[in-house]
């Protein structure tokens, strides 16, 4: 089945660089996408990454996507106290053959800024 | 910038009691989502629907649950009989169309059930 596994907590100083990983299982998502959560807030598209790219960069933002491996990777450059958010990395395993037609999501990562 | 709006913001009830959460999707979007969110847990599709029928659901998605759009703009989960572990965050999501990558998602309704 599909599951996108992430860990729980990231701990960075600010003005360095976050590096948010994850893993998923369905080899055929044809988008991966990460969402940033502020508290008491819904979700927000940070940025996605179509399956036969390996990088992506938006600004401070760089996805590496390593479709070998199934590892998916969110580096934040400069990291800023409003950063702080969880960050959830989210599968779709595409709208072809009959797979789920909605998102598969990690648990997410809670990012903490160290001043 | 256009938002998908969900209503209310916080719900609580009674358990046992038939509660309606409602969203407003983008005007111009065909595709709508319900996911939910229990606390501390991972963010779980529910629903998809499109052209006025489920497209797809989740084993989360039982008799309990249903999808509806009465009108033009409005988009609403009803749970038919609450109960304590339907107590999560309700998030409605839409997309212009299936293959378009963006979904946009709403604030969530958080919704207690006691």
């Known amino acids: 089945g599909e599951d996108v596994e992430q860990s729980l907590f990231l701990s960075v100083r600010e003005g360095d660089s976050s590096v948010i990983n994850c893993t998923y299982t369905?080899?055929?998502?044809?988008?991966l996408y990460w969402y940033k959560q502020e508290p008491g807030a819904g979700l927000q598209l940070l940025t996605y990454?179509?399956?036969?790219?390996d990088m992506k960069q938006d600004q401070r933002l760089t996805v590496l996507l390593n479709k070998k491996d199934k590892h998916l990777s969110l580096r934040i450059a400069d990291t800023q106290t409003g950063d702080s958010a969880i960050y959830f990395c989210?599968?779709?395993?595409?709208?072809?053959?009959?797979?789920?037609?909605?998102?598969?999501f990690g648990k997410g990562t809670h990012l903490i800024i160290q001043p | 910038e256009p938002e998908v709006t969900q209503t209310p913001s916080h719900q609580v009830t009674q358990m046992g009691q038939e509660v309606i959460l409602r969203c407003v999707p983008i005007?111009?979007?065909?595709?709508f989502y319900w996911y939910r969110q229990i606390l501390g847990q991972k963010v779980e599709f529910l629903v998809s629907?499109?052209?006025?029928?489920?497209?797809?659901k989740s084993e989360i998605f039982d008799d309990q649950f249903s999808v509806e759009r009465p009108d033009g703009s409005n988009f609403t989960l009803k749970i038919r009989s609450t109960k304590l572990e339907d107590s999560a965050m309700y998030f409605c999501?839409?997309?212009?169309?299936?293959?378009?990558?963006?979904?946009?998602f709403g604030q969530g309704t958080r919704l207690t059930v006691v």
């Open positions: 005007s111009n979007h065909l595709y």
């Open positions: 990454i179509f399956s036969n790219m």
């Open positions: 629907f499109y052209n006025n029928e489920i497209s797809e």
């Open positions: 999501a839409s997309k212009e169309d299936r293959a378009n990558t963006e979904a946009f």
């Open positions: 369905d080899s055929s998502s044809t988008y």
């Open positions: 989210a599968e779709n395993p595409g709208y072809s053959g009959g797979g789920a037609d909605g998102l598969t």
